[in-house]
């Protein structure tokens, strides 16, 4: 078997089964364990797969235990976020005070941010900061220490800024989106400043694609109803009637 021929079947049995260890890649490719430990760190710079001890998981899965790159994330569900994103645009008017999260979803959004009067855009990503700006938008970054896996600011300056604002609407990504475990995310520090963020504002959006339904991360910084969701993909059944789930 070819060497891309390997990496593509690797790819396969790890979007088929979630996660496959070390020995069962080898034992099905009929290759040493030293050569399968090289593939996969070959697939986890090129963002197919996500590597963990002892083997490989879909990004998907790995969402929800680390947070991803902005890099890993950006070509997960294109065109669920496109449609969440024209929506979520939509709901900012002028004169508003506006948060906006860091990730790849919320980043999305900026693209889709109208021109209007008096909307000042607050963010905690350096990097969704820049494309503000870029836009022509008025923007305040929070201050506080980098992160450098998702470009997030975190940290007491960070918390201190944001007890200082009072926001007329907010956008927020969660790695994970259940009812009775709320909104999750695998960082403390970025849990925080989600957490406080919210506090300080009256019409909190989460945006995510379905895939979130169900995960859970480790850090809630959310109950389930304090924000309304607004989603596109395969929505599991229970959550498709309830009144803070809109789906586009």
Known sequence: ????????????????AGSVTVPEFAEALG??????????????RAHRIAKVHGGATSLERAHVTRDLTIG???DLHNDDKERICVRAA????????????SGSTTLKLIEHLPHLE?????????????????????TVVLGGELKPETEAL??????????????????????????????TTPDIEEAQV???????TAKRFVISDASKFGMV?????????????????????????MDNVITV
């Open 1 to 16: 078997m070819l060497a891309e021929d390997r990496l593509n079947a690797i790819v396969s049995m790890v979007q088929q």
């Open 31 to 44: 290759v040493t364990a030293s050569t399968i430990r090289r593939d996969l760190q070959t697939l986890d």
């Open 72 to 74: 890993e994330r950006s």
């Open 90 to 101: 939509a709901l900012v008017e002028p004169e508003s005070f506006v948060y906006i999260d």
């Open 118 to 138: 008096g909307v000042t855009y607050v963010t905690d990503s350096v990097l969704h900061a820049q494309r503000l700006a870029l836009r022509g938008m008025r």
């Open 154 to 183: 975190v940290g007491p300056d960070a918390l201190a800024t944001l007890d200082r604002y009072n926001f007329n609407c907010g956008f927020w990504g969660s790695n994970g989106i259940a009812a009775e475990q709320g909104f």
């Open 194 to 200: 989600k957490r406080v963020s919210m506090r300080h």
């Open 217 to 241: 991360a480790p850090v809630k910084f959310a109950d389930f109803r304090d924000a309304t969701i607004i989603t596109a993909g395969e929505v599991p059944a229970k959550y498709q009637s």
